[in-house]
């Protein structure tokens, strides 16, 4: 499992190393970052393009690609980061209160959609075709039906604007990380302004993950082994938790560490329903004006989450299905 | 006479399916004695495993079963859950066909194991873990303790069908179910493993139960044979008896479709199986008998002895001495 | 109803209705911005000389005076700060020197300079800043200053705080009760926000249909007939032709004829009771020109010329004659018109869907040459790759971004190194003549009639077709707040928050801004948005004049008096 451990580990910084690298490139061609910089910054000077042009690297030429990457590479690890075009911002202030809300509001449903999604997987699936099965497999199907924004729509009206009407205040805010005008930390009122957004994103996790856990529970109870482990005569409970479980968790846990790992991105849409400041709407920002400075972090960041969780997933395959590891 | 370690009286076993009610065993009796091996033949959907993984109780939801069945005085039909699970795997046990998928992927072998001395015995981790190690000694794996850390892919079928063995004794029972064993195994392994069975049944005076469509294995190792026919018994007795001079119609057609050296071709019994959720009345085999008359519509299922064996066949007597 | 937003919002920027320390839209951007006149010259040879007598009691947040030397900031970072989105106005500027005293300010300008008001409306001080030539790299994280009623407290992506500012002077204090004023992003949820009572005031573009979605007992909507309006225009390429990614396109309307017959071929009326009349049932077609009604409208222009035989007729004697398709064709070529419009704006494709038919009948080859908003307004339109074009401007009070956009030398060229903001190919001397004098002429009716006569020309050369001018929507909650209707038909929108009444007592106002000013600096890019100055710039800087509610220019109270102006 150590040696498993490694050898997958030691590919993490290599493949690191080539995805920003694609990136880098991507980025430099798609966006063009100079053209990006003239376009925001109309009238800047000669001298103040050239500035920018060194700050981050954007030499020209194939060699010029290969430089850049390094000298961006080296900023970036000694903390020296370019400042955005629009405004010269430091970047790591906005881009660390951006991850801070998408981790806090992506781990929460994350959460609560990796526990209930799985445990209605599993009541459905020991009821195959029964009442309970049909609901939870027709609620998955209208929770993955119905879009984030209309979920959040009749959300928002419900808990807030009627809630307002009939009782003078909101319920759950329909957006923002705070009330206005709120300074500092508040853990009530942070969940207060979560609530909502976690409810819309984890519906649909838990569409997701219920369906997931119930096919992958009903192929594990139609095994052989389970009819061994039932002929053994041990409790039911242990059956179900030992064998079963134990089995049908394999591809669910890899899809959850794919999700978590995802989490830092952001979601777009529902973090735009919101008003949620999080990586998502960082990106649409950073992108529409095409600044490079602020889209390299943003990227790498998303990379190593990707990157170090796909390792996590195959860990935990590995660990939890003896079969993979000899491959 | 012994007393039967398991002794089934009248089994019915049916299913309840979209299309009907299948009735998958119509009143099986059949009494196992210690340390004897009986040999249960018939095609599939004949109700030879049914029978027997319902007294098991691992029947799905949709069974329903009736009739009675002791295992060493204990009943195990129509009695709470917990009762036949206190039995299963502790004074009857059961190996399966298709050794490759009956283990747990994601446990040790050794494990798998133990998990079955602890489900009936009252013993420490490590007492049940080097009683494991000794059974797999039994069954014949090579390097036992280490074999018992590893997992089931990494064992060959016939290895596999070993730690099946191993686990299925683990509790001494006094009958051991062998559904068809062998099936899914290479001829070569197929040896072996019969041996180990022949092994473990001198060795721990285990009865044993060989449910196959294998004549020629039966006719191996067992010391009785059963042939079954669309969910009732067409005819039973002792294994050189039956091969010697089979009465049932049905019996004379499986043995001639054995393959042998001093037969030229085989000869498949012609027609399909009866549709189990409308079965035919009186004998169920008339439908494909070429000795079928009017009488065996309205004939009952008793068994008639004739010698040392028994048959369904109301024609038997008549028919002795015919050709095969 | 984004789409159309964000063309609003880029169409202000664009004719730069909303530069801040700059003047707006003035005649002679120069190209580069490192040649400043910079200060301290002294050349006896100025023009035009204007002194500003600051208030004594002027101070700054932190009780410091407000200087001439402040003013010199603003005019040196206006000029030299690299990336300064426009130096209009200031590059005519000689000197900006203390007068008698350091609470005088002695602006010296090489030529007359009409919209000098729009100079020094947003001060900088001089002391927040590390180098006044080069203040793009301050304002990162906050704006440090102030010397109006409110001062920044803190700035993020979630909000920005107010508190009243207590060295603050003048007679705009905060009112009584109120602590805090909040801004808070709210592009997509301010309705939302407003109904469920987590925002108080709103100022969100007007579109069809949002006084029914306002609609609630304790929200008020207010419209206001304000500064923006929307025209069709045509390209009339340069020389006629235009290089664009698919190669050199000719221009059809850069033939008169050709622009008049088109423009007679089309029943504005019809148009407007088909496309306007469902938003606005009161609403009137506009016929000032690029304009909004006011002084600087010319009576009896543009308006609804349809008359088919009329347009055969001219173009006939144009040469062309109509082809087997019935459409007209010179030299058996019927030219393509291909017009522009941001995909998704439903009006904008009704109007599409409306008018092409029709114009096909008439003989006109018109196609659909539609991409997105970002696509349209910072590709096509600047590009000049279109033949005809429909859009939303915002007109700010003083006409002086007629100038960039009309005149004979803002056709972007080579020359000017494409830095032109006149992106219809327009070229009419007449009319350049009078935009440039109109910027140097002080005398407020003889600047109203240069201007004037300058749209005349635009309509005499069929260069555009006005339509509508828009309504400004604001709304707030009457349970939260009162008093916040004086100022929603400012070109500044609502500057009068020291005014504005706390009725829940919670002791802080609160705004949804429809979009988020991304950073803070005044004169860089980031000062483009109105949003900027609105939630921003104009909170916390002091000028020397503001615009009033019904367009006017009016001294501050920065200055002692109206500042005193002398030409030679």
């Known amino acids: 499992m150590l040696r498993y451990t490694l050898r997958r580990a030691v590919w993490l910084l290599p493949t690191l190393l080539l995805v920003t690298f694609l990136v880098y490139v991507a980025l430099r061609l798609g966006t063009d970052p100079v053209a990006s910089y003239r376009r925001t910054n109309i009238r800047a000077s000669k001298k103040k393009i050239d500035q920018y042009i060194a700050a981050n690297g954007l030499y020209s030429g194939a060699f010029g690609y290969i430089r850049g990457y390094f000298k961006w590479l080296w900023g970036f690890v000694t903390l020296d980061w370019p400042r955005s075009i629009k405004g010269s911002r430091e970047v790591w202030p906005h881009l660390k209160d951006a991850l801070a809300n998408s981790l806090r509001l992506g781990l929460v449903a994350s959460f609560i959609g990796i526990l209930v999604g799985n445990a209605l997987g599993v009541l459905a699936a020991l009821r195959p075709g029964r009442l309970r099965d049909t609901l939870v497999n027709s609620s998955a199907l209208v929770g993955l039906a119905v879009p984030p924004f209309v979920s959040a729509l009749l959300l928002q009206l419900f808990f807030a604007v009627y809630w307002q009407k009939w009782f003078g205040y909101a319920l759950f805010p329909v957006s923002g990380v705070y009330p206005a005008g709120h300074q500092g930390f508040d853990l009530f009122l942070m969940l207060k302004h979560m609530a909502l957004p976690v409810v819309v994103v984890s519906i649909q996790s838990i569409a997701v993950y219920s369906r997931y856990m119930r096919a992958s529970l009903l192929d594990v109870l139609n095994s052989e082994y389970m009819r061994t482990a039932r002929a053994k005569g041990i409790s039911e409970r242990r059956v179900l938790v030992h064998h079963a479980l134990r089995n049908a968790l394999i591809p669910v846990t890899t899809l959850a560490f794919l999700d978590v790992g995802a989490v830092v991105g952001g979601l777009i849409i529902t973090e735009g329903l919101f008003e949620y400041p999080g990586m998502g709407r960082f990106f649409l920002v950073a992108y529409s004006n095409g600044d490079f400075p602020e889209l390299m972090p943003w990227m790498v960041l998303i990379i190593g989450s990707v990157v170090v969780f796909n390792l996590l997933a195959d860990i935990a395959y590995a660990k939890l299905d003896p079969r993979i590891r000899l491959g | ?324 | 109803m984004r789409n159309i937003r964000k063309s609003t919002k880029f169409a202000g920027g664009l004719l730069g209705s909303v530069l801040l320390l700059a003047a707006c839209g003035g005649g002679s951007d120069s190209a580069s911005d490192t040649t400043a006149a910079g200060g301290g010259s002294g050349s006896g040879e100025s023009a035009m000389t204007i002194t500003y007598d600051i208030a004594d009691e002027a101070q700054w947040e932190d009780a410091t005076p407000i200087t001439a030397a402040d003013f010199q900031c603003t005019f040196d970072a206006a000029m030299n700060t690299p990336g300064s989105i426009s130096t209009s106005g200031y590059d005519k500027i000689t000197s900006v020197e203390a007068g008698d005293s350091d609470k005088q300010v002695v602006v010296k300008f090489k030529e007359l300079y009409a919209p000098y008001k729009n100079l020094f409306s947003g001060l900088l001080k001089k002391a927040a800043v590390a180098d006044c030539k080069d203040i793009s790299g301050d304002f990162g994280t906050t704006f440090n200053y102030s010397g109006a009623e409110w001062k920044m407290d803190s700035w993020s992506a979630d909000q920005v705080v107010f508190l009243p500012n207590e060295n603050y002077w003048g007679p705009r204090k905060v009112g009584e009760g109120v602590k805090k004023l909040v801004m808070v992003p709210r592009a997509e949820t301010q309705i939302t926000d407003l109904k469920a009572g987590s925002v108080d005031f709103i100022y969100p573009q007007f579109y069809a249909g949002i006084t029914d979605e306002l609609a609630d007992p304790n929200v008020k909507t207010v419209l206001n007939y304000g500064g923006d309006y929307e025209a069709l225009y045509m390209n009339l390429g340069v020389d006629g032709k235009n290089m664009t990614a698919d190669g050199e396109k000719t221009r059809p309307f850069a033939d008169k004829a050709f622009r008049e017959a088109f423009y007679k071929s089309i029943d504005l009326d019809a148009l407007f009771k088909q496309i306007y009349i469902p938003i606005a049932s009161d609403g009137t077609l506009l016929t000032c020109g690029p304009i909004i009604p006011g002084m600087y409208c010319p009576e009896g222009i543009f308006g609804n010329k349809y008359d088919q035989d009329a347009a055969d007729e001219l173009m006939e004697d144009a040469g062309y004659e109509k082809n087997g398709e019935g459409l007209w064709a010179k030299d058996g070529v019927a030219p393509k018109i291909e017009w522009v419009i941001n995909t998704g704006n439903i009006r904008r494709e009704s109007t599409q869907a409306f008018l092409i038919p029709l114009l096909k009948k008439a003989g006109f080859n018109v196609v659909a040459y539609n991409c997105d908003a970002d696509c349209y307004f910072q590709k096509r339109l600047p590009g000049m790759d279109y033949d005809l074009a429909m859009y939303i401007s915002t007109a700010p009070p003083d006409p002086a971004y007629l100038v960039g956009g009309f005149s004979s030398d803002q056709v972007p060229t080579p020359e000017n190194d494409n830095k032109g903001g006149n992106f219809q190919g327009w070229m009419n001397e007449t009319a350049t003549e009078a935009l440039k004098n109109s910027d140097r002429e002080i005398d407020e009716a003889k600047r109203a009639e240069l201007i004037k006569s300058a749209i005349v020309e635009m309509d005499k050369d069929y260069i555009l077709i006005p339509l509508f001018q828009f309504p400004k929507s604001g709304a707030y909650r009457t349970d939260r707040v009162d008093n916040v209707e004086g100022e929603l038909n400012n070109n500044a929108a609502f500057n009068d928050t020291y005014q504005w009444k706390d009725l829940d007592g919670d002791g802080q106002i609160v705004i949804g801004a429809e979009q988020w000013p991304g950073c803070l600096n005044p004169v860089t890019e980031c000062a483009s948005s109105s949003w900027y100055l609105w939630t921003v710039a104009q909170q916390l800087m002091p000028g020397a004049f503001r615009t009033t509610n019904d367009g006017k220019y009016v001294v501050t109270e920065l200055l002692k008096s109206d500042p005193k102006v002398e030409t030679d």
């Open chain 2, 1 to 324: 006479m012994m007393e039967p370690v398991l002794s089934i009286r009248d089994l019915h076993v049916s299913f309840a399916t979209p299309a009907g009610r299948v009735q998958a065993v119509r009143g099986v009796s059949l009494d196992v004695q210690p340390g004897e091996l009986v040999g249960i033949v018939g095609e599939s959907g004949s109700g030879k495993s049914v029978s027997f993984l319902s007294i098991m109780g691992l029947l799905p939801g949709t069974a329903s079963v009736t009739g009675s069945a002791k295992v060493a005085g204990t009943e195990m039909i129509g009695v709470p859950d917990s009762q036949v699970r206190a039995q299963r795997g502790k004074k009857i046990a059961m190996i399966f066909q298709d050794p490759l998928s009956a283990l747990n992927p994601v446990h040790r072998i050794g494990a798998q194991v133990v998990e079955m001395i602890q489900a009936h015995q009252n013993v420490s981790k490590e007492a049940a873990h080097s009683r494991a190690v000794e059974l797999l000694d039994l069954v014949g794996l090579p390097q036992p303790d280490v074999r018992a850390r590893q997992y089931p892919h990494e064992f060959s079928g016939g290895m596999r069908q070993r730690v099946m063995i191993a686990m299925a004794i683990a509790n001494d029972p006094d009958v051991l179910i062998a559904d068809e064993p062998t099936t899914a195994l290479d001829v070569t392994v197929q040896a072996q493993i019969l041996d180990v069975i022949e092994n473990v049944r001198r060795q721990l005076r285990t009865a044993v139960v060989f449910i196959t469509h294998d004549l020629g294995v039966v006719a191996r190792v067992a010391d009785r044979v059963e042939v079954m026919y669309a969910g009732n018994t067409s005819e039973r007795g002792l294994v050189n008896d039956i091969f010697a001079t089979p009465h049932h119609p049905y019996t004379r057609g499986l043995l001639s479709s054995l393959p042998s050296a001093n037969k030229e071709r085989l000869k498949p019994i012609v027609g399909a199986p009866p549709n189990m959720i409308a079965p035919p009345s009186g004998c169920a085999f008339r439908a494909r008998c070429e000795h079928a008359l009017e009488a065996c519509a309205s004939a009952g299922n008793e068994l008639v002895r004739i010698g040392s064996t028994e048959t369904s066949c109301i024609r038997a007597a008549e028919l002795q001495g015919s050709a095969p």
